[in-house]
């Protein structure tokens, strides 16, 4: 059995499923963009919300979305 290869392909960059690094840089853009917007609407909903509901003026994203 020792010297034998496995039949199981490596995967490869050549693979037509393996993402270019202009696609793989465009998806990290995109998704830094999203976690932006996610955060900044956390943000503002938590500024909506009265203060005295947050012990130590910083709260959780489970306590914003509970507030209220």
């Known amino acids: 059995v020792s010297g034998e290869s496995s039949s199981i392909?490596?995967?490869?960059?050549?693979?037509?499923?393996a993402?270019?690094?202009e696609l793989r840089v465009s998806h990290?853009?995109?998704e830094?963009?999203?976690r932006k917007e996610i955060k900044d609407l956390f943000d503002e909903l938590k500024d909506s919300l009265p203060q005295e509901a947050f012990k130590g003026g910083k709260a959780s994203k489970w306590e914003v979305l509970s507030t209220g």
């Open 9 to 17: 392909p490596a995967p490869t960059m050549l693979s037509p499923y």
């Open 28 to 30: 990290k853009m995109a």
């Open 19 to 21: 993402r270019t690094p």
């Open 32 to 34: 830094r963009k999203r």
